[in-house]
């Protein structure tokens, strides 16, 4: 007995001792986090919480890869010592329950038995939202050496899953810039660059298309590898409203998602509430302003995949710098909450008094723990909500149209954005198959080169939502008002922004197929003889190689003259060792390529690598950033340009092509957002990053396109091109209404003159993203306005809201105006929005390149 007791005594002491290798954060950073004007940066970070992995048996840290600028991608793994022995095993069970084909209720009870709730809360993806990194170490640290028995009970019964920060690059970024300034007058003022590299506040918009590395890291844990049951998000908002934000949502409703998983949303949602008010809190409200009707979010995308998803948005302090609120100063939160007032939405309200960083912590802490508290005392339940919802969705696959989608490349124009389709599909934990055998479905043959996606699948409301086309309900701020401002856009069917066919299955059809579990391009196919290899412009990865052989120092061609067929097709003499570079450069391109001696010298003209300038305002634009990421994806070179350099003429020698980003006039030639406020208490910019371009660079602008330059005005940007170059269009939406004409994030249909080089690779109608008013009208001019592209004159709403659709209906979308001796584009449309819009990003291309 003694020697027993002896044996247990040394367990407890080395137990203990374990405990005592864990520094707080308070001792390892030597100070408390969120002490005003004091910030650790994710290299801190880093090491604190693998300071902690390597002494506790609760946590694991795992690197997940690589941040888009180098810096490590962490997710920490914590539970029970015992669960944390047995992680694969619980692994293993969540993915049981994630896919249950084939598990009935018994086996599942024996699961749910065995298993965990696992919750994934992510942290800090908007940079200067940056009390949630602060408060990761805290959480972590709890995590590791709490042994209360609230702490236990979460433990034993739930697996927890931190990403501390969704963007350390920005964390970094954010933390720098506001130690650098801080004790000066520019104390708290705002990054005058993204603090995304390519995305800055849009990185939330990506989740359901992946193109940012963090994302795809993340979409891992969430669809391939962890399987959580439960995704908490923690935001900031502005500062005077409300203190803090949970759901339930406000309306609308998405339709895909499953009642029974918003209601368990919403459930968690006022367990918070309840919760923080029991413990002290005031000002957490529920039903204000943010929606859960969008794809695309970190926090509510997993509503589609029968997850719990949970956004919660903290009132702001200055970054770490406190902010006093006055009595009467506090606002409402969007139409639902008009005023601060006593609601059932706003059951405690925060009426006055200082905001600190340290209080945005506390309240992220304090629903965490709710979150957390919930999942311990309700494990059966969600696990079983979890299993039944993917269970469900399997079964409505079976049993309700659409049954699957079908993809036959043989009928694509463009099969390379079919196959990229897939990826990302992929990449969201769909299930892909491809046909054995050729079949028929009605009159209409499939080949043996048809993707099948059933849906009868877990995902099936994520995989019907991003499908289907939406038709985003007529919601107005009062009757026969203007419309409400949807939370972010109101189209995203990804079929139509990236221009693939898709054929809907509305019967049951028994297909031979086979899961594919990596879709790819495929080697690229060189068919035929002779001096000449052709490969046409449909291909969107034409336009990858074309930049990887310019590169090389080969010569590429296009055909300006001769067959309509092959007009704009590029081509590549098959001269010495020429082909065997081609084959390498184009592994994995997925490229039709012909060899033919049918060429005329005559009729090619050779492409000349330009030199892209890329316009970066200081008032940091999310549309820069996107275009950015799309021309590096494509192996385009490019500078950017600043103010400064656009205020000086030596730029106009330097390019042969600058692009405006989607951005407003005034914001290009005076940085107007950043001169705002007048207050004695605003936080000044640095002198070097105040104003935009001015007159002087306007008129550098108009001298480098006189000279042969090539300006492309993105979206908004034409605006500026019309008001400050003087051409001959106007917009025609200019100063019109939103009760009149609105199109908050829309595709519609455009009709194309694909005679001309700008809509080289073109079919005859294409789908556009429009998100600003612009539509253009032309007037008589001195030389030749080319109309590239034309709203469509019937039917022009293809996805999304539209109101007005007849002030559109046959303008033009996309203008070539010249200019002595250059040229204009002005695009109604973003070619590239969001790098989503696979579709249009032709038009961008040829442009660079004809």
Avoid at 630 to 644: A, E, G, I, P, T
Wanted: aromatic share 12%; hydrophobic share 40%; charged share 25%.
């Amino acid at each position: 007995m003694r020697k027993t007791f002896k044996i247990f005594l040394l367990l407890i002491l080395a137990f203990n001792f374990s405990l005592s290798q864990i520094l707080s954060p308070e001792k390892f950073f030597g100070f408390k986090m969120g002490e005003d004007k004091k910030l650790i940066g994710w290299g801190e970070i880093y090491s604190y919480f693998n300071h902690v992995d390597k002494n506790s048996d609760r946590v694991i840290v795992e690197e997940l890869g690589k941040t888009t600028l180098g810096k490590p991608f962490i997710l920490a793994i914590a539970s029970s010592e015992k669960n944390i022995k047995e992680i694969q095993k619980l692994k293993s069970i969540q993915k049981q329950l994630a896919k249950p084909y084939g598990i009935n209720e018994t086996k599942a009870k024996e699961l749910i038995r065995d298993g965990k709730v696992f919750i994934l809360i992510t942290m800090n993806i908007h940079s200067t939202e940056i009390a949630a990194s602060q408060e990761s170490v805290e959480l972590i640290y709890e995590f590791a050496t709490r042994n209360d028995d609230e702490m236990r009970k979460i433990l034993d019964n739930c697996v927890i899953l931190m990403i501390p920060s969704l963007n350390p690059d920005g964390q970094q970024m954010v933390v720098d810039w506001y130690k650098k300034y801080v004790g000066t007058k520019y104390e708290a003022s705002p990054m005058p660059w993204l603090y995304h590299y390519y995305a800055g506040h849009d990185n939330n918009r990506d989740f359901h298309f992946f193109s940012l590395v963090e994302t795809r890291l993340t979409a891992k844990v969430l669809y391939h590898d962890w399987f959580p049951q439960v995704v908490y998000d923690q935001h900031q908002m502005g500062s005077n409203g409300p203190r803090f934000f949970v759901p339930p949502y406000s309306d609308p409703v998405n339709p895909n998602v499953l009642p029974e998983i918003m209601a368990l949303t919403n459930l968690f949602g006022k367990y918070i509430v309840f919760d923080m008010i029991q413990k002290g809190f005031k000002g957490v409200v529920t039903g204000g302003r943010f929606n859960a009707y969008f794809q695309g979010t970190m926090s509510k995308t997993p509503l589609w995949h029968n997850r719990v998803g949970i956004l919660s948005e903290a009132a702001s302090a200055r970054i770490a710098t406190p902010i006093y609120l006055p009595y009467g100063s506090i606002e409402g939160l969007g139409d639902e909450i008009p005023d601060n007032n006593l609601s059932n939405n706003n059951l405690n309200p925060f009426e006055e008094g200082w905001w600190r960083l340290r209080d945005i912590i506390d309240y992220e802490k304090a629903a965490t723990y709710a979150i957390l508290n919930f999942s311990a005392i309700n494990k059966e339940k969600i696990l079983w909500t979890f299993y039944s919802a993917n269970k469900k969705s399997i079964e409505k696959g079976l049993n309700e149209s659409p049954f699957a989608y079908l993809i036959d490349l043989n009928s694509q124009h463009d099969p390379n954005s079919a196959i990229e389709l897939l990826k990302r599909l992929q990449i969201g934990g769909v299930e892909i198959y491809k046909a054995k055998k050729s079949f028929s479905v009605g009159n209409t043959i499939f080949s043996e080169n048809t993707f099948i996606i059933p849906l009868s699948q877990p995902c099936r409301a994520f995989i019907k939502d991003v499908m289907e086309v939406q038709n985003y309900p007529d919601i107005r701020l009062y009757p026969d008002g203007p419309p409400k401002q949807p939370y972010d856009v109101t189209a995203w069917t990804l079929p139509l922004q990236m221009g693939v066919k898709v054929f809907e299955l509305n019967e049951k059809k028994e297909i031979p197929m086979e899961k594919i579990e990596n879709v790819e391009f495929g080697q690229s196919i060189i068919q035929g003889k002779g001096n000449y290899l052709v490969f046409e412009r449909r291909f969107i990865n034409s336009y990858r190689l074309v930049n990887l052989l310019l590169k090389e120092g080969l010569k590429v061609y296009y055909i300006a003259k001769g067959e309509d067929n092959l007009k704009g097709s590029f081509v590549v003499k098959n001269e010495k060792n020429v082909l065997e570079k081609i084959r390498n450069l184009s592994r994995n391109l997925g490229i039709e390529m012909k060899l033919t001696d049918g060429i005329v010298d005559t009729n090619l003209v050779e492409l000349k690598k330009k030199i892209i300038g890329i316009y970066q305002p200081w008032i940091t634009s999310m549309d820069e950033g996107w275009t950015r990421l799309v021309l590096d994806s494509f192996y385009f070179d490019y500078k950017v340009l600043h103010n400064q350099d656009l205020k000086e003429k030596k730029f106009i020698s330097e390019i042969d092509v600058l692009i405006l980003p989607s951005m407003g006039t005034n914001a290009i030639v005076d940085g107007r957002e950043f001169m705002g406020s007048q207050r004695v208490d605003a936080p000044q910019m640095p002198e070097e990053y105040t104003g935009g371009i001015g007159k002087q660079g306007v008129e550098n602008i108009k001298e480098f396109v006189k000279n042969g330059g090539i300006l492309i005005a993105l979206g908004e940007a034409s605006n500026f091109a019309i008001e400050q170059l003087g051409l001959p269009i106007r917009n025609v939406l200019r100063n019109v209404s939103t009760k009149e004409f609105f199109a908050p994030g829309t595709i519609v249909k455009l009709k194309v003159d694909n005679s001309n080089p700008i809509a080289y690779g073109f079919e005859n109608y294409v789908p556009a993203y429009m998100i600003n008013p612009i539509a253009f009208s032309t007037t008589s001019y001195s030389d030749k306005v080319s109309v590239i592209a034309t709203f469509d004159g019937d039917d022009v709403l293809m996805s999304g809201y539209l109101l007005g659709e007849s002030r559109i209906k046959g303008k033009p979308a996309l203008c070539e105006v010249p200019y002595e001796k250059g040229k204009i584009l002005m695009f109604a449309f973003r070619p590239q929005h969001r790098s989503q819009t696979w579709a249009t990003f032709k038009f961008l291309f040829n442009a660079l390149i004809n």
